[in-house]
């Protein structure tokens, strides 16, 4: 079964013209296509089917097929064209269409984009590729006319390789991007946040050498506190055979190596010198990777990551995990989260609470965050977007799934700071669900067996009126560290409820509460017991937190969430407006009393020892 799903799941990565993404683009020769794009909205698909409703695609000459890729002017006073990019309006890119115009806040279609641009090749000899940071949800890109292949996924970069299709003159890159939701995509049709579409992140031309340095993990091995291991990658004609150098100038290390012939060099280099990463000295080192004259930078941190029964050990030190949800929006502009700058914003509120950790919700976020939590010495949990009612019985939804997590874990598996992937958020318990997530965890440990897994799991209530909880999932067996969210006081009765609350958890693992918390609108007050006031929101964190410390497992909080942020299910005209007032901050950037019942809780825990 597994063979014939691999087989499958190979083919269709083909199909899709996937292409394996390159690691480390701000580290290379890059030219940005950020800025101003043309766009055309097609909510019938009429630039992509004829009539017949046939693609374009497959038409004799699809450069004349009325294709909107094709980008067709008309010659003769008779041709005609019925559209035009260039006399169309602009959106900025990277960003979501959502929040730019007002006619397309509540937009879930196609939208084609497109970006004229030059191209002059630093050598010759040089290869390029286009790269894309995400963009939500199926893409399907163009250059000069000629499909470069589809991409699915909201929130995973890919890339495509251009050579041979770049001009020097007057390229025209054409993206159709459709984040229409759909019952067998990932996530499925229901979530609990916006489904913001478009160009997302940075979309960029990458120029390498012909054969060049394609992928590279570096990392202390698992559970070893002295051996960088990992492996080098190449990609090209002459990756055979070939010397590649690894460096780390501050430890002295300095390995020579020889690539197989498929053009991989697997490293394992012993150190007794180096200082651990972590989030009291987030000690980050310049690695340089060689290939005849091309050199590579990277800023890695090293650090183990373990558990021993209910302890999550950093660095071999048992760790509390003082964390924050948060989605990838900024509320104060408006729309999703994509540069530096915002990540500044969101993870500067985070330490401002007390929290060394965060938990990246609901789907891989944009790579300014996890670059900057290593700089900060924040550890992450990233999470694939498996989310509640996914279709676990479709292979091809399993094949999606599958190829998020292979792009969020090659993107960001040379991140000290990620040290939790994520299977799955709250979702029901059956046999296909298990096989489903079963199977992307023993996928992510082939991938990386040197980070822990985790889930939002399932809990239940037993005894009288429920009130004995416990994690009876069965996906239980089959993670590092046992997460759960528990909304006591919120959905479930009032926060005087809480104290009723008795835990027989009885997995001898750590347990991190991935959720609790209720709504308040900033600024809105009343007694404790009126709900959307900040006084309500206070008193259920005093009532929730006191409630987890009781559980002897407990190693982690990320309660729900850090700000405020937009969602079609929250439409109580004044209090939400298609906002989730689960935030500590609220959407004008304000902070609610709650945010300070939280830091006061993560400033009163003992600091680990300074070594980790
Ligand atoms: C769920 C879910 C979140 C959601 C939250 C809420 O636990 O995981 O995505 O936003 O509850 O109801 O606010």
């Given at each position: 079964m597994?063979?014939r799903?691999?087989?499958f799941?190979?083919?269709?990565m083909?199909?899709?013209?996937?292409?394996?993404?390159?690691?480390?683009?701000s580290g290379?020769?890059?030219?940005?296509?950020?800025?101003?794009?043309?766009?055309?909205?097609?909510?019938?698909?009429?630039?992509?089917?004829?009539?017949?409703?046939?693609?374009?695609?497959?038409?004799?000459?699809?450069?004349k097929?009325?294709?909107?890729?094709?980008?067709?002017?008309?010659?003769?006073p008779?041709?005609?064209?019925?559209?035009?990019?260039?006399l169309s309006?602009?959106?900025?890119v990277?960003?979501?269409?959502n929040?730019?115009r007002?006619?397309?806040f509540?937009?879930?279609?196609?939208?084609?984009?497109?970006?004229?641009?030059d191209?002059?090749?630093?050598?010759?000899?040089?290869?390029?590729?286009?790269h894309?940071?995400?963009?939500?949800?199926?893409?399907?890109?163009y250059?000069?006319?000629?499909?470069?292949?589809?991409?699915?996924?909201?929130?995973?970069?890919?890339?495509?390789?251009?050579?041979?299709?770049?001009?020097?003159?007057?390229?025209?890159?054409?993206?159709?991007?459709?984040?229409?939701?759909?019952?067998?995509?990932?996530?499925?049709?229901?979530?609990?946040?916006?489904n913001?579409?478009?160009?997302?992140r940075?979309?960029?031309?990458?120029e390498?050498?012909?054969t060049?340095?394609?992928?590279?993990?570096?990392?202390?091995?698992?559970?070893?506190?002295?051996?960088?291991?990992?492996?080098?990658?190449?990609?090209?004609?002459?990756?055979?055979?070939?010397?590649?150098e690894?460096?780390?100038?501050?430890?002295?290390?300095?390995?020579?190596?020889k690539?197989?012939?498929?053009?991989?060099?697997?490293?394992s280099i012993?150190?007794?010198?180096?200082?651990?990463?972590?989030?009291?000295?987030?000690?980050?080192?310049?690695?340089?990777?060689?290939?005849?004259?091309e050199?590579?930078?990277?800023?890695?941190?090293?650090?183990?990551?373990?558990?021993?029964?209910?302890?999550?050990?950093l660095?071999?030190?048992?760790?509390?995990?003082?964390?924050?949800?948060?989605?990838?929006?900024?509320p104060?502009?408006?729309?999703?989260?994509?540069?530096?700058?915002?990540?500044r914003?969101l993870?500067g509120?985070?330490?401002?609470?007390?929290?060394?950790?965060?938990?990246?919700?609901?789907?891989?976020?944009n790579?300014?965050?996890?670059d900057?939590?290593?700089?900060m010495?924040?550890?992450?949990?990233?999470?694939?977007?498996?989310?509640?009612?996914?279709?676990?019985?479709?292979?091809?939804?399993?094949?999606?799934?599958?190829?998020?997590?292979?792009?969020?874990?090659?993107?960001?598996?040379?991140?000290?700071?990620?040290?939790?992937?994520?299977?799955a958020?709250?979702?029901?318990?059956?046999?296909?669900?298990?096989?489903f997530?079963?199977?992307?965890?023993?996928?992510t440990?082939?991938?990386?067996?040197t980070?822990?897994?985790?889930?939002?799991?399932?809990?239940?209530?037993?005894?009288?009126?429920?009130?004995?909880?416990?994690?009876?999932?069965?996906?239980?067996?089959?993670?590092?560290?046992?997460?759960?969210?528990?909304?006591?006081?919120?959905?479930?009765?009032?926060?005087?409820?809480?104290d009723?609350?008795?835990?027989a958890?009885?997995?001898?693992?750590?347990?991190?509460?991935?959720?609790?918390?209720?709504?308040?609108l900033?600024?809105l007050?009343?007694?404790?017991?009126?709900?959307w006031?900040?006084?309500?929101?206070?008193?259920?964190?005093?009532e929730?937190?006191?409630?987890?410390?009781?559980i002897?497992?407990?190693?982690?909080?990320?309660?729900?969430?850090?700000?405020?942020?937009?969602?079609?299910?929250?439409?109580?005209?004044?209090?939400?407006?298609?906002?989730?007032?689960?935030?500590?901050i609220?959407?004008?950037?304000?902070?609610?009393?709650?945010?300070?019942?939280?830091?006061?809780?993560?400033?009163?825990?003992?600091?680990?020892?300074?070594?980790?």
């Amino acid at each position: 079964m597994l063979k014939r799903l691999t087989f499958f799941l190979l083919l269709v990565m083909v199909a899709w013209g996937y292409e394996p993404l390159i690691q480390n683009i701000s580290g290379r020769t890059t030219t940005s296509l950020n800025g101003a794009w043309n766009y055309i909205v097609d909510p019938y698909e009429n630039g992509y089917y004829n009539y017949r409703y046939r693609p374009f695609d497959e038409a004799e000459d699809p450069s004349k097929s009325g294709g909107y890729f094709a980008n067709q002017k008309p010659v003769n006073p008779w041709d005609r064209v019925e559209y035009d990019f260039d006399l169309s309006e602009t959106l900025e890119v990277p960003g979501d269409w959502n929040s730019q115009r007002e006619k397309l806040f509540y937009y879930e279609g196609t939208i084609w984009l497109k970006k004229s641009f030059d191209y002059n090749r630093v050598s010759v000899d040089n290869r390029v590729f286009v790269h894309f940071g995400a963009a939500n949800y199926q893409t399907d890109v163009y250059l000069n006319g000629h499909k470069l292949g589809m991409h699915k996924g909201g929130f995973t970069p890919f890339n495509y390789e251009i050579t041979n299709l770049l001009k020097e003159k007057d390229n025209f890159l054409i993206v159709k991007v459709d984040n229409k939701r759909k019952k067998d995509e990932v996530p499925t049709v229901n979530t609990d946040w916006w489904n913001f579409g478009g160009l997302t992140r940075d979309v960029q031309i990458v120029e390498v050498p012909e054969t060049f340095i394609k992928d590279y993990f570096v990392q202390l091995g698992k559970d070893s506190k002295r051996t960088i291991a990992g492996y080098i990658q190449l990609d090209g004609v002459s990756k055979s055979n070939r010397k590649v150098e690894l460096l780390i100038p501050e430890l002295k290390l300095r390995k020579k190596l020889k690539t197989d012939e498929l053009g991989r060099a697997d490293l394992s280099i012993i150190s007794k010198r180096i200082k651990y990463w972590s989030p009291d000295n987030p000690k980050l080192y310049d690695v340089i990777i060689k290939l005849g004259s091309e050199e590579l930078h990277d800023q890695i941190g090293f650090r183990t990551i373990q558990t021993n029964g209910p302890d999550i050990l950093l660095n071999g030190e048992s760790i509390f995990l003082k964390g924050i949800s948060i989605h990838e929006e900024n509320p104060l502009r408006g729309g999703r989260a994509h540069s530096m700058e915002d990540a500044r914003l969101l993870l500067g509120w985070a330490k401002e609470l007390g929290c060394n950790y965060v938990r990246l919700a609901h789907y891989p976020h944009n790579e300014n965050m996890v670059d900057l939590a290593d700089e900060m010495g924040m550890l992450v949990w990233e999470e694939n977007p498996v989310y509640w009612t996914i279709s676990w019985e479709n292979v091809q939804t399993y094949a999606t799934a599958q190829q998020q997590l292979s792009e969020v874990i090659s993107r960001d598996k040379n991140r000290a700071s990620v040290i939790i992937w994520s299977m799955a958020n709250e979702t029901p318990v059956s046999d296909a669900r298990m096989v489903f997530l079963k199977k992307l965890r023993d996928f992510t440990l082939k991938q990386d067996d040197t980070r822990l897994i985790s889930a939002a799991l399932e809990m239940h209530g037993e005894g009288e009126g429920g009130l004995t909880r416990k994690i009876s999932d069965p996906f239980a067996d089959y993670v590092d560290v046992l997460s759960f969210n528990q909304y006591i006081g919120w959905y479930d009765g009032l926060p005087e409820k809480c104290d009723k609350i008795k835990w027989a958890i009885d997995q001898d693992k750590p347990v991190i509460i991935s959720e609790f918390g209720g709504g308040a609108l900033q600024g809105l007050h009343g007694d404790s017991l009126t709900i959307w006031t900040e006084e309500f929101q206070k008193y259920l964190y005093r009532e929730s937190i006191e409630m987890i410390q009781r559980i002897p497992q407990l190693r982690g909080a990320t309660p729900w969430i850090l700000v405020d942020f937009h969602s079609p299910r929250r439409v109580l005209p004044v209090i939400q407006d298609g906002w989730n007032r689960k935030g500590l901050i609220g959407s004008n950037g304000e902070k609610k009393q709650a945010f300070y019942v939280l830091q006061e809780y993560y400033k009163s825990l003992p600091n680990p020892s300074k070594n980790n």
